[in-house]
């Protein structure tokens, strides 16, 4: 019975270790950076670090961390989603026209995006 007692405590409190982030099969030391989605747009000639941003920013993206800014977003949580998509194919649309090239992974969750051959 002390056995069960005993496992039982340990278990609720290391809980976080087994479900939380362990969940994906590695530790979180070994978790890969986050990495912006700014990051992964390059042009063929060198471009500087400052000019994709301020690129990236023109484009819609978000100027604090290098991920997608939210405007404007509907108030019905359906149309949220739906908006969202259509922001971020709008900002990819920006770059590819200022000659920049995805180098970010594409696959069929994300098909559909311009950055990856979608019209």
């Keep these: ?5 005993l496992f039982s405590c340990c278990l609720a409190l290391c809980s976080c270790g087994i479900g939380g982030y362990w969940m994906n099969g590695m530790p979180p030391s070994m978790m890969p950076p986050y990495v912006p989605a700014r990051d992964y747009w390059v042009k063929e ?7 994709r941003a301020n ?4 484009c819609g993206g978000d100027p604090q961390g290098g991920g997608t800014a939210w405007k404007n977003l509907p108030d019905n949580e359906k149309e949220v989603v739906w908006y969202r998509k259509k922001y971020f194919k709008e900002i990819q649309r920006c770059m590819l026209r200022k000659g920049y090239i995805y180098t970010g992974v594409c696959h069929e969750f994300n098909a559909d995006y311009p950055a990856c051959g979608a019209p």
Excluded at 1 to 5: D, V, Y
Excluded at 45 to 51: A, I, K, M
């Design 1 to 5: 019975m002390k056995f069960i007692l």
């Design 45 to 51: 000639e060198p471009v500087d670090v400052s000019n």
């Design 55 to 58: 690129d990236w920013i023109e």
